[in-house]
């Protein structure tokens, strides 16, 4: 599987996009760090950009990707070669490629200016929400043939958990705010990788302590072992299933 | 070495295989003929494992394939239309599928690369080549591995006379070499020379398989393009060619 894998990561590396995306995170985290005096504040602008660039490139580049290496799949299939490995090669290729740009763009950046639990969570958050986006891309594009309707589902799911889940959440909040709702918000951020993150990233900071009651509980909880069991299990969740449905339609699909 | 039973494909409303049953020996070499839209590639994906029959099963030397891949190692498969990787350079691209598939060199078959003189553009690009070029790599790749069971979807479509020749000389000898070998053309002429047995195909269903002597005979043409050109005006009547199939099948 390395070896088709490696076919996928040469490929990807020719196009040269990666390379730019790299050296946009890069650009923008280290100016972020050298504008603000204080890296906490840098820190809190440059988690706002990663929970919304992020998930965008990740899905666009692993959609458009997967439609122009449909050529490479068609002839791997003709290969004595099992669907599932294809695919999984595929999602390797892609994931390492977008792994690496993030961890070298951000993650130096903040090795350098912010070396702390902030910044160790911000990575974590920003590795996950990678490996999470390119996983539901995967889904995506596997489920729909044309590729004008793949990119379409790709960004409307991206619109999804950017901005219309929030609006929902706020929405509920606002017609129950008579109702304790402290568990339930708990619960439901658990529903979008990309709130997760930003609740597990902001417990890190110091603002934490301006979010009332309801940031008290989730310091309570997400401090917590357990807390940090529950995100992780969550993202792991977030990963595989997208991945495992993708894989299912894969195999089913006619080429 | 590749029975077929009671295959059937739906696209949506469309029936592409209605319920079609074959079975394919060594050393045969089947011409699947059909008009367009009758079926022939997607019998061939099905027998590749690329499109997925809604009903009925295909065994590969005795063995049931259930969505596996392994057998896909006996099968040198020459796509209608080759479609590569863009960025790739041919010679990355053969080195790739040597690379991918491991076997060992002596079992490599470069014939065909030497032939089409392929090596002198081992720098150029897929995406630069022209469509007959792109149909010779393909049928390089096919016969790669020296696989005992060839499948040539419109093989010397695109491919000019010197080429083609070139083409049906090799598909003759790896006849020779006893093995199966099915191909789908719509020049009837380069199938005279090579085939063994025909099968046609109309709108999904199979309306025969036979060996090309009998089909002469029953048609009293000795051009393979005529015997066809009789059968698609209906003049022969299909009955007995159903019959033979259904011996066939119970033997």
């Known amino acids: 599987m390395m070896k088709l894998s490696k076919y996928v990561l040469y490929d990807i590396l020719r196009s040269k996009i990666i390379i730019a995306y790299t050296l946009f995170l890069f650009i923008v985290s280290l100016s972020l760090f050298q504008m603000e005096e204080d890296s906490s504040k840098a820190m809190l602008s440059l988690m706002n950009i990663i929970l919304i660039a992020l998930p965008l490139v990740s899905l666009v580049f692993t959609t458009i990707h997967y439609y122009n290496s449909y050529e490479f799949i068609e002839l791997m299939l003709s290969q004595p070669l099992s669907r599932k490995k294809i695919l999984l090669s595929e999602y390797t290729g892609i994931s390492l490629s977008l792994l690496s740009a993030f961890l070298i763009g951000v993650g130096i950046p903040v090795a350098f200016y912010a070396a702390s639990e902030t910044g160790m969570a911000m990575l974590f958050t920003g590795s996950t929400l990678t490996l999470v986006f390119t996983s539901i891309a995967f889904f995506a594009s596997v489920r729909a043939r044309d590729k004008a309707k793949g990119i379409g589902f790709a960004l409307l799911l991206w619109f999804y958990f950017t901005l219309i889940y929030d609006g929902i959440v706020l929405l509920i909040l606002f017609s129950f705010s008579d109702y304790p709702l402290e568990k339930f918000t708990l619960l439901i951020s658990a529903l979008n990788p990309i709130d997760l993150g930003r609740i597990f990233i902001m417990l890190k900071m110091d603002v934490s302590a301006l979010m009332g009651y309801t940031g008290a509980l989730y310091k309570d909880f997400f401090g917590s072992g357990t807390g940090l069991l529950f995100t992780v299990g969550v993202m792991i969740l977030w990963i595989t299933l997208p991945l495992w449905l993708a894989v299912r339609k894969f195999r089913k699909k006619d080429i | ?251």
């Open chain 2, 1 to 251: 070495m590749i029975r077929i039973e009671n295959i059937t494909k739906r696209f949506k409303k469309l029936k592409a295989l209605d319920n079609i049953s074959a079975s394919f020996e060594k050393g045969q070499v089947i011409s699947l003929i059909g008009p367009n839209g009758s079926g022939k590639t997607t019998l061939i994906k099905s027998i590749l494992g690329m499109v997925k029959p809604d009903s009925g099963k295909i065994f590969f030397k005795e063995e049931y394939i259930n969505g596996g891949f392994i057998y896909r190692k006996d099968i040198g498969y020459m796509p209608q239309i080759g479609r590569y990787p863009d960025n790739m350079k041919i010679g990355q691209l053969f080195n790739m599928l040597k690379n991918i598939r491991n076997e060992p060199p002596e079992t490599i078959d470069n014939e065909l690369i030497k032939e089409y003189d392929l090596c002198s553009m081992y720098e150029k690009p897929m995406r630069t080549l022209s469509g007959g070029t792109r149909q010779k790599v393909s049928a390089a790749i096919a016969f790669l591995f020296n696989p005992s069971v060839l499948i040539l979807d419109e093989p010397t479509a695109g491919l000019d006379p010197l080429s083609s020749e070139v083409l049906k000389e090799k598909i003759l000898q790896e006849k020779n070499k006893g093995k199966l070998i099915l191909i789908t053309s719509h020049i009837l002429s380069d199938l005279d020379e090579l085939t063994t047995h025909v099968m046609y195909l109309q709108e999904g269903k199979m309306q025969f398989l036979k060996n090309i002597e009998t089909l002469r005979e029953d048609t009293g043409e000795i051009k393979l393009a005529k015997a066809i050109a009789r059968v698609m005006k209906g003049e022969d009547p299909a009955g007995n060619f159903i019959s033979e199939v259904l011996t066939k099948k119970t033997k």
